[in-house]
């Protein structure tokens, strides 16, 4: 402990210069009013394939069926526009600004125009003069620094339909025939493989191309194998041209975030914010009610001296911090060191369904959830941490269970109230949000003071539709005790007839709640990680053939991080 706290203090002073206002914090899943899709006989939320750009000093935020889009000062705090100018049904859509017009472009298997506007805060788009001459599936727009625009796309598991690029005129039509960019190739990238453990033998789909450019280099984005999946990550590669030819980076996936509540991190686009930092805003996977039923996260990104792009995902679903200065994200992690409190806690609630348990609600997997038998008020759910603990946050990720609200994106509120206590009889409220007025699925709160509490209960007031349910309450902050023992010692597996996979296996400290598996194609460059809890050993399926790597473990529990200092080759 006496380690663990003046290293991370550091860490906040760092984003915190003298005399700066303090920055608050975010917790994946992205804040926002996911909406009710208008699908007959199936009650789900969804926002995928997401674009953040910047147009007059504020964050835009596009994503797939949502009725509209987003706009931001600050990153955290989002105001939804609706839309009824656009083909706004049409998945994954992007932006692109040129002098005082934004053109809008999105996926159709037939030949549209692309739409315009000079103020895109308001809903008056209108239609090009002209189509584009063939269909695109999952556009990305880059205007490179000669002012010359292009056009990417892609999207299918089959050879006939590569991601693809095109150059622009200044009318938004083609100036040649396309070029064809990457294709598919599973039996080289294991995570290119289908499959919640990439274990289906054949093609994912390759898509959501988007194009950075960076110090003169292109890095070619695309995702893969499939939005439904856990796996679902993003790979790269790099061109000193914007046509290419493109060489594959063997760091990929370099987004990539398979474990925790919430996993998948693909589909994504790569921004810089208002202040120079690097970002990286993707799709995530619930994928119970529906196939397309996901959500969003937000992770920082950075490119290291050698021009490396990585996506910080070890933590990715816990607190973290957006800074209102430039900051270097390799030396400044934004992860807060707010610990989970709420794991496998023992839990009590007013009343449940047989098929959805209190228990579901603590479980830390946004699959499952825990629902009252009705949504009326006083419906309440109870938490034991098991001794007192300092709370600096609350997610309470409401689960919609039986609510019957399809082609819904407005209007709909949680009103609750959470309360702690140190003694399970006297309680305090921490969060009133009886008389809410903003849809928010997965309602993050950081607390302005922490509180001290052994016990942390929500109480009901109003659902927007069907029961009261949540998938998990998830309570974050920091207990006082000792950190898990370093891993010290591990092995890994990795069968030489398919290096693809490999299997790291631990000793399993009681005192431990998960552990963090890091690799990566350079001994110092570790990148990659997964997030475990419960185990002594993962199972890594998303590796590239041939490719060397290295390893190492962390361990975490309620008190902090223990790094592992032992690095393994294989």
């Not at 380690?3 to 860490?11: D, G, N, S, T």
């Not at 920055?23 to 007959?40: A, D, E, G, K, M």
Request: hydrophobic residues 35%.
């Amino acid at each position: 402990m006496k380690r663990f706290f003046p290293a991370m203090l550091l860490v906040i002073l760092a984003f915190f210069p003298a005399g700066q206002v303090r920055v608050r914090t975010y917790c994946n899943p992205v804040n926002i009013n996911y909406r009710f899709q208008p699908t007959s006989g199936i009650s789900y939320r969804e926002a995928a394939d997401p674009v953040i750009r910047i147009y007059r000093n504020k964050y835009l935020l596009l994503a797939s069926h949502s009725g509209g889009y987003w706009t931001s000062d600050d990153l955290m705090n989002w105001d939804f526009i609706p839309i009824s100018s656009l083909p706004i049904e049409d998945y994954a859509p992007d932006i692109i600004t040129i002098s005082d017009t934004t053109y809008y472009a999105a996926s159709s298997w037939i030949k549209k125009p692309m739409y315009w506007t000079t103020d895109p805060f308001k809903d008056n788009w209108r239609p090009m003069e002209k189509t584009l001459p063939f269909p695109v599936w999952d556009p990305a727009f880059l205007k490179d620094d000669d002012g010359k625009i292009y056009l990417y796309w892609g999207c299918s598991d089959q050879e006939s339909q590569p991601i693809r690029v095109v150059q622009l005129d200044r009318k938004m039509q083609p100036l040649s025939a396309p070029d064809t960019l990457i294709r598919h190739n599973p039996g080289l990238y294991g995570w290119e493989n289908p499959g919640e453990m990439n274990q289906v033998v054949k093609n994912g789909y390759n898509e959501g191309a988007w194009m950075t450019k960076f110090n003169k280099r292109y890095y070619l984005q695309y995702a893969s194998p499939g939005t439904e999946f856990k796996t679902y990550a993003d790979g790269v590669y790099t061109s000193d041209s914007p046509r290419g030819p493109f060489r594959y980076e063997t760091y990929s996936p370099f987004s990539y975030k398979p474990g925790g509540f919430i996993g998948g991190a693909g589909h994504s686009s790569t921004f810089c914010d208002k202040y120079g930092n690097w970002w990286h805003i993707a799709t995530m996977s619930i994928s119970v009610r529906h196939m397309f039923e996901r959500r969003l996260g937000l992770f920082p990104s950075y490119f290291d001296k050698d021009g490396v792009l990585r996506t910080l995902t070890a933590f990715g679903d816990y607190p973290a911090r957006v800074a209102d200065h430039k900051i270097d994200f390799q030396k400044e992690d934004p992860f807060t060191g707010w610990m989970l409190l709420s794991y496998k806690k023992k839990v009590s609630a007013s009343s449940s369904l047989d098929k959805f348990p209190p228990e579901y609600a603590a479980d830390e997997n946004v699959r499952t959830w825990w629902s009252a038998a009705t949504g009326n008020q006083g419906e309440w759910f109870s938490m034991d941490l098991g001794d007192k603990c300092t709370v600096n946050a609350v997610q309470v990720n409401f689960a919609d269970n039986d609510a019957v609200l399809n082609d819904k994106s407005t209007g709909l509120f949680y009103c609750y109230r959470v309360l702690s206590s140190e003694d399970g009889k006297t309680w305090k409220i921490i969060i009133d949000k009886s008389t809410n007025n903003r849809d928010a699925c997965h309602d993050y709160t950081e607390l302005d003071e922490p509180a001290r509490a052994r016990f942390i209960k929500v109480e009901n007031g109003k659902v927007p539709g069907g029961k009261f349910s949540m998938y998990d309450l998830r309570i974050f902050g920091s207990r006082q005790g000792s950190l898990p023992t370093e891993v010290r010692s591990f092995k890994v597996i990795r069968k030489k007839e398919d290096s693809r996979r490999a299997t790291v296996i631990w000793k399993h400290d009681p005192a431990a709640t998960g552990h963090i598996v890091n690799f990566g194609t350079d001994s110092q460059k570790l990148y990659s990680s997964v997030m475990v809890y419960d185990s002594d050993s993962l199972r890594l399926t998303g590796l590239n053939r041939d490719a060397e790597y290295y390893y190492s473990v962390d361990s975490f529990n309620e008190c902090g991080i223990k790094k592992g200092t032992q690095k393994v080759k294989n």
